[in-house]
């Protein structure tokens, strides 16, 4: 079992990790909304630009919580398509329920544009739910299984 200064240790860079892959995530979907808002209807352009900001985080997250946060030892192919195939699915799963969520609360009329970004408020809104999914799924499912198993024997 991880003592408490390990486990603090790792959710405080889970959360700066975190806080980075989503500046990553925002920067992309604000730079997408410049380029498609008015090439294409509000929904449109909000669905495109939040599926492509969603693909650049997750290549981006994977590399830092496997090498900075989880300190995943796994070197060998097999063991690293492992985990890259369950961290791709688990935040597949997140990414679904975002680009489900976000869009929804647009069209639900909840929004309000935000620095001049339509669903940016959504965004907001949307992801501390996705942080905290993401952060269970990399522990316990991705890159915590080994290493608990580990730990037990």
Known sequence: MMSKRKTAKEM?????????????????????????????????????????????AVAFSFTVNKCLVF??????????????????????????????FVPLIVWLGWDVPLFGIDGLLSKCLVTPIVILLNYLCGKFLVFGTKRQKEKAT
């Open 12 to 56: 405080l860079w889970y959360l700066f990790f975190s806080a980075l892959t989503t500046l990553v995530s925002w920067v992309t979907y604000t730079a997408c909304m410049v380029l498609f808002q008015n090439a294409m209807h509000t929904e449109t352009a909000v669905l495109i630009a939040n599926g492509i900001s969603w693909a650049v």
């Open 71 to 100: 300190r995943s030892c796994e070197r060998s192919a097999k063991a690293v398509l492992r985990e890259l195939g369950v961290f791709v699915s688990t935040r597949i799963a997140t990414g679904l329920f975002e680009i489900v």
